[in-house]
């Protein structure tokens, strides 16, 4: 692309009403232009840094098996009103009517429209699991849109959702998208950290978010350096809502794990029992005499052993603890407890990580939390401290001292279980012909958000510094003084040709500007590479190598093409 036939509207002033940097550079550099508050044109250059993130995206959403289909933005209220969240998504919905006045919303997000599908679609357990996903224009009516297109009204998400028969089936393929999250992020060369998360409105027990890491962020993560143990501390204040709702003066610790006791206390939390656990897994610290208690779904040992280790709701790594650890950590003298397996009911879909939560909310005297307790404490994570914590608090999970950092959310996956299934009765029918409710994950990206956070992360005084897998471009070719010279001229378009027949995409700047205002745009626009060709280096030879952001040097014309491919 030549520069005179791009539209590039850069311009030198900081805009007045952006005041975190990635918005002033998205403006500056001409990517965004605002048509109303939080809804944005992405101009030519803006788009082809979003359709750089969408590819990354999809490519590795394909690679893990999901289905890319898309499904309309305009959504009738009644599937909203099946769900009963017409009423619960609050005024970030945007309700409207159609000329018969029957009312629709333009979709925030997907869940309704997506089980309406499955429901009409998937019958039998052979069709599961399934992953669908889609790239797509969302509408949230932010309170307060902001910072661009960080917090718009209008936005583009990456937005899949999984079926499955069982939770155990669900918990598998949540790790998939965990690895395929952790894959994305990694590859658009960002700064990220996965963390614990509160559900909010999509719903569902256990969520990660995906946070790039900037100061600007809105969101404060608490973690550990060096360990598992990272959460949102906005997952804090969620517990500690449902705590403050919690029936506490009825709750206790529980001194033999029967069914019944176990069933009470689950339902006073109003969380499904569906399932009895065969396997029950202990990791035992001998030194604290604390043991951290994770009930798992099916019975086969090693396989869920390597499930638990791998968890990512597990703050230490977790392992089958050895039979006679297991007898230290609880007491029990030889032969009094069968090689851990115990036949009591479980949370089916709510796993390892709801001990947590439901253990925070179980709490009354501030000490303990709900864990099982076999004459002995156990003591889980106590999440609901995050709410007042500074740097330097030990670590909720005892691997540590806390660091609080600011993160952008820029990716959230959900085990949704059976809510969506359930309200809107989806059923498939399993191997013995009966009808179930089949188990769903859902999961997010800010597709139009990441441009902005990987500006947050990168970019300097000039401008923006851009990774090279969301660059607009690969390669800036600058003449000085092209107009009037001749060769260098010839050389930019030599360079041009030579390096987009490489595969490379190549920004040829072929306006005529003044050398001072060729660089600044240059700088500004960020692209990875720049050659600068000059009169003076042609004298030697030579042309100069800039890495934006960084080196800068002289090669001889001769290497420049071989050095860029
Ligand atoms: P936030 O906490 O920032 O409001 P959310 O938790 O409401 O986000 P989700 O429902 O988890 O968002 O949606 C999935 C992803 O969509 C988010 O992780 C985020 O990257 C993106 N997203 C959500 N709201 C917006 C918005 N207003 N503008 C741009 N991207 C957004
Ligand atoms: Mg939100
Ligand atoms: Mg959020
Ligand atoms: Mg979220």
Known sequence: MKTSAFHLATQREVPADAEIVSHQLMLRTG???????????????GLKVLRKVEQVVREEMDRSGSLEMLMPSVQPAELWQESGRWDDFGPLLLKMADRAGREFAFGPTHEEVITEFARAEIRSYKQLPICFYQIQTKFRDEIRPRFGVMRAREFLMKDGYSFHMDEACLGRFYQVMFDTYTRIFERLGLEFKAVEADSGAIGGAVSHEFHVLADSGEDQIAHVPG?????????????????????QENLQLVDTPDARTIADLVKQFDVPIEKTIKT?????????????????????HELNAVKAEKHPDVASPL??????????????GPGSLGPFRLP????????????????????????HYFGLNWGR?????????????????????????????????????????RKYSEAMNAVVMDENGRAVHPAMGCYGIGVSRIVAAAIEQNHDDNGIIWPEPMAPF??????????????????????????RAAGREVLLEDRNLRAGVMFADAELIGLPHQLVIGDR??????????????????????DAVGILT
């Open 31 to 45: 990517m965004i232009r605002k048509l109303t508050s939080g809804i944005y044109t992405w101009t030519p250059l």
């Open 227 to 247: 360990s598992r143990y990272a959460a949102n501390v906005e997952r804090a204040e969620a517990v500690a809502e449902g705590e403050a709702n919690a029936p």
């Open 280 to 300: 029950l897994v202990v990791e035992a610290s001998r030194s604290s005499g604390q043991a951290l208690v994770a009930l798992l779904l099916r019975g086969d």
């Open 319 to 332: 392992r089958m603890a050895t039979e006679e650890e297991i007898r230290d950590a609880i007491g029990a």
């Open 344 to 367: 009591i009911p479980c949370i089916a879909d709510r796993q390892v990580a709801l001990m947590s939560d439901f253990a925070a909310g179980a709490n009354s005297d501030g000490q």
């Open 377 to 417: 404490d156990v003591a889980l994570p106590r999440t609901a401290d995050l709410r007042n914590v500074v740097a330097g608090d030990p670590a909720p999970d005892g691997s540590g001292a806390l660091e609080l950092l600011r993160g952008i959310e820029v990716g959230h996956i959900f085990q949704l279980g």
């Open 474 to 499: 690969d390669i800036m070719i600058l003449p000085l003084n092209g107009h009037k010279s001749h060769r260098v001229r010839e050389l930019a378009e030599k360079f041009y040709g030579e390096l």
């Open 537 to 558: 280096g042609l004298d030697k030879g030579v042309v100069e190598y800039r890495r934006r952001g960084g080196e800068s040097r002289e090669i001889a014309i001769d």
